[in-house]
């Protein structure tokens, strides 16, 4: 069992940035291909980024490559989300997630979620 706590999320103007954050619980961290997802009310959740197991592979959706980074601290058991040149379309709330899988692909199915953490760009 894998529990995760997202931080970071907040209110940031067009063009800036912000960091998120997710916390995992136990020792097995290193064991789990880790994901953001983002989520607005209406549409489906989206994966916008992935990072396997040590960090040397990651995935980025469309709409935010070159503008997020995903990273990883296994000593520390934690994932970042760093988002830069935000927009009003960035506006959602963020999930951290974990997999037990290899595979970085939007299709791939997690285990364990964090509770979310609202960003909100205003233009």
């Known amino acids: 069992q894998v529990q995760l706590v997202e931080s970071g999320g907040g209110q940031v103007q067009a063009g800036g940035s912000l960091r998120l954050s997710c916390e995992a619980s136990?020792?097995?961290?290193?064991?789990?291909?880790m994901g953001w997802f983002r989520q607005v009310p209406g549409k489906e959740r989206e994966l916008v980024a992935a990072?396997?197991?040590?960090?040397?592979?990651?995935y980025y959706s469309d709409s935010v490559k070159g503008r997020f980074t995903i990273s990883r601290d296994n000593a520390k058991n934690t994932v970042f989300l760093q988002m830069s040149s935000l927009k009003p379309e960035d506006t959602a709330v963020y999930y951290c997630?974990?997999?037990?899988?290899?595979?970085?692909?939007?299709?791939?199915?997690?285990?364990?979620w964090g509770q979310g953490t609202q960003v909100t760009v205003s233009s």
């Open positions: 136990g020792r097995t961290f290193s064991s789990y291909t």
């Open positions: 997630a974990g997999s037990g899988g290899v595979s970085l692909s939007p299709r791939v199915k997690y285990d364990y």
């Open positions: 990072t396997s197991r040590g960090g040397g592979n990651t």
